[in-house]
């Protein structure tokens, strides 16, 4: 895949989702960026955040509503626990998992097997209980 040049647009984009606490849509983004004064295009910001999945440089993941939210991420394999409420996520490893998810898949004649793991619920600052 070649790499797409940067624009300012895109740099905005990344800076604004690097401040996002969790995951967010691009709807949430694009008015932050209009509220900071930037003249952006709600199609630019989509534009820039499937370029930044793209590159392993955002994460996205279909919320329960079925929107599509992004959040800032690092490259090296990981997990996410997300808050329904605020949206804060969580990156987490399970111990173990990439291993035994390796011996099922050739067991069952499988390779070139990926995976992503999404738990969801309630943060401890939203306080909700149960």
């Known amino acids: 895949m070649t790499q797409k040049r940067?624009?300012?647009?895109?740099?905005?984009?990344?800076?604004?989702?690097?401040?996002?606490?969790?995951?967010?849509?691009?709807?949430?983004?694009?008015?932050?960026?209009?509220?900071?004064?930037?003249?952006?295009?709600?199609?630019?910001?989509?534009?820039?955040?499937?370029?930044l999945v793209q590159v392993g440089a955002a994460d996205s993941l279909a919320s329960a509503d079925g929107e599509t939210k992004y959040r800032n991420c690092t490259t090296d394999h990981h997990h996410h626990l997300i808050c329904r409420s605020c949206g804060r996520a969580v990156e987490f490893e399970l111990a173990g998992f990439e291993a035994a998810a390796d011996q099922l898949a050739i067991s069952h004649g499988f390779k070139d097997v990926s995976h992503s793991i999404e738990l969801f619920g309630i943060c401890g600052d939203c306080g909700v209980s149960g």
């Open 6 to 51: 940067s624009t300012w647009q895109k740099t905005a984009v990344k800076a604004a989702l690097d401040r996002a606490p969790g995951f967010v849509s691009a709807q949430e983004l694009y008015q932050v960026l209009v509220q900071e004064g930037q003249k952006i295009g709600l199609t630019t910001v989509y534009r820039a955040l499937t370029d």
